[in-house]
């Protein structure tokens, strides 16, 4: 039950914190990014790489899946602009709700939610990465010009996009027989993320003692847990 409960949760808190408590900084919330992005990529490989690849009845064909993954990560974000790794472009007076954007995000979390049965480290990280993706979409929802009703069908079905990813990957015959197939799409999703993460935390390759500190500490996080 807490695999559905959680990344909703996360969502939910991601836009709650916004909200109400209104980070004026933008560089705690970059802080926050770069600690997912480092915990991602840690538990991708520590956890849900080897876990493909054991099951994986041909090893090429399982490493096919995980750079179409890349791909298509790289694919969505031709239309989301980067969302699931931290921007969002704000447009002033933008009136049409953006569909593309929020399409390939739920596609994007949709998919997410396919490996997190395979153990709580990977379900961790999941949940890690959602809430300041949730925080970067809350601070442009609320910026922008749409309407309440618009907000909470997006925050609604963004909310409700892994646990239903999980829920077809376990109920749909059709969808668990390809399920480690998947979930090497997955991890190629998720190594181009949380790379391209930790690539744009240090802007222009200047160093950043504060950035630095939170992906080492993920990365240590996601070792020992
Ligand atoms: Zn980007
Ligand atoms: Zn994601």
């Given at each position: 039950m807490k695999h559905y409960l959680l990344p909703f949760l996360a969502v939910v808190l991601g836009f709650v914190t916004v909200y109400f408590l209104k980070p004026q900084r933008p560089q705690q919330i970059k802080i926050l990014l770069s600690f997912s992005g480092g915990f991602l990529l840690a538990t991708t490989i520590f956890n849900l790489f080897p876990e493909v690849y054991e099951h994986s009845e041909n090893m090429k064909t399982t490493g096919l899946f995980v750079v179409g993954g890349m791909l298509i990560q790289i694919f969505l974000e031709y239309f989301s602009k980067g969302a699931e790794h931290g921007h969002v472009h704000h447009t002033k007076n933008?009136?049409?709700?953006p569909l593309l954007l929020f399409g390939s995000l739920f596609i994007h979390s949709f998919l997410e939610?396919?490996?997190?049965?395979?153990?709580h480290e990977i379900l961790l990280g999941v949940l890690i990465h959602k809430i300041p993706v949730a925080m970067i979409m809350a601070t442009f929802l609320l910026k922008s010009s749409f309407s309440r009703s618009q907000i909470l069908i997006f925050l609604g079905l963004f909310s409700i996009a892994t646990p239903l990813g999980s829920y077809a990957a376990t109920n749909f015959e059709f969808l668990s027989t390809y399920y480690h197939y998947i979930n090497a799409l997955v991890v190629g999703i998720f190594l181009h993320i949380s790379t391209t993460i930790l690539f744009e935390s240090s802007e222009g390759h200047k160093y950043n003692i504060a950035k630095l500190i939170s992906i080492l500490s993920a990365i240590g996080l996601a070792y020992f847990i």
């Open positions: 933008q009136q049409s709700f939610g396919f490996p997190i049965h395979e153990g």
